[in-house]
């Protein structure tokens, strides 16, 4: 009889039974509303152990990557060990270097404590001594040990403001790797289009870099949007990537371009729909992450153009509620 | 015993699509893609997915209740029987792109039509 591990909880799973009736008898309550492995109240995940093809069936590939699966339809045929959606992890990390890009960011490297198992797209939650928290995107690709992450800058910021005056040896706790923005080398010929304004930029360098290291071969088109193209960052390390990589093409665009820049005027949103348009949409796999009005309506009209809803990832960056709080 | 709407249609793998299908329709029509603007699009797509194997006789648990909590708050909004008359159109719609025949369709409707007074949030029909 397989046993289910859950928090300090061990369950014999009896002929048959599914993981949330197993837990059910055990006393244990746990979110479900269809139980017939549609309406996913009921997602947890696997730390341990293989769950069985039919009770992921459903689960987008970036949740089945990352062992989420459904309850109510999880019949286990081998021992398991599984947490809620909602179990996170923490560290402590090291501030190790700062470094002030264009556009009022700054790129901060961690060290953590113990390292941290993430996939390049996702995102961690940085929690200061006195508990204020902000979420932010990590640069890196899957494995780095240093992390990388893109903050962008806000004068009266609480966090950001008091990141930009840390030094190597600031010590901060990281909670995470959250998010499902990340590449998932199912078809290396795909069509990829990752879409970012600001910092949004953050996760998508990840992600190419991630889809380069694995051998994708479609074409991957990353458009990086500002206001001001004085505030596009990174340009130097995107253009030596695409000089690198014949398929990866990098555009950036403004909507008030100094003079004399290779920064095209064209929104985003419309160089966007423009590449998806031309691209095989029913294969496209699309990555937005940024400003929250402009991700979100463009996930709806790359939707409404075509592109499968599950093909379309998107982070969309809200700020902090009391983002002018003096803290 | 003759193979149910949802098999017909290619059962669990091809429910994805489905609701593609029908969530483009529903978001381009104008009598109802109001109710959608500020909805998780992924979550919303779970709940039609849910929607779809439902009225096509596939495997679910359907309770009047969460239907009602889902849509409290549209009716508060002015969700009205105008708008379940469109979304059963667009049912019926999305099913003839995938092959269903008329008749089944009626069918479709007809289970679609018993959860009216729940998604109206009132009680059964005089």
Known sequence: MPTLRYGEHTLNVEDGKTVLETLESAGIDYPNSCRAGTCQSCMMRVVTGDVPDDANRGVNESKRELGYFLACVCRPTTDLEVVGTDASTSTAATVVGLRRCPGDVLEIRLRCARPLDFRGGQFVTLVRSDGLARPYSLANPTGATELELHVRHYPNGAMSNWLAQATPGTELELRGPYGECFYVADDLDRPLLLVGTGTGLAPLYAIVQDALAAGHRGPITLLHGARHSAALYHREELATLAANHPNLEVVASALEVEKGDDVDNTPIDTLALARANTADRSNLRVFLCGDPALIRGLRRRLFLAGVPLRAIAADAFVPAASRNSAQ | ?126
């Open chain 2, 1 to 126: 015993m003759s193979k149910s709407i949802y098999e017909q249609i290619g059962g669990a793998p091809a429910m994805d699509a489905a609701v593609d299908l029908f969530y483009r329709k529903v978001l381009s029509d104008e009598r109802v893609s109001g109710f959608f603007d500020d909805v998780d699009m992924e979550r919303q797509a779970a709940k039609q997915k849910g929607f779809l194997t439902m009225v096509t006789g596939g495997p679910n648990n359907y309770t009047g209740r969460n239907m009602r909590d889902a849509h409290a708050k549209l009716v508060a909004r002015g969700l009205n029987d105008s708008h379940v008359d469109a979304i059963i159109e667009l049912l019926g719609q999305t099913l003839a792109e995938l092959g269903v025949g008329e008749e089944q369709i009626k069918q479709v409707a007809a289970l679609a039509e018993s959860v009216r007074d729940d998604v109206l949030c009132r009680d059964a029909a005089n």
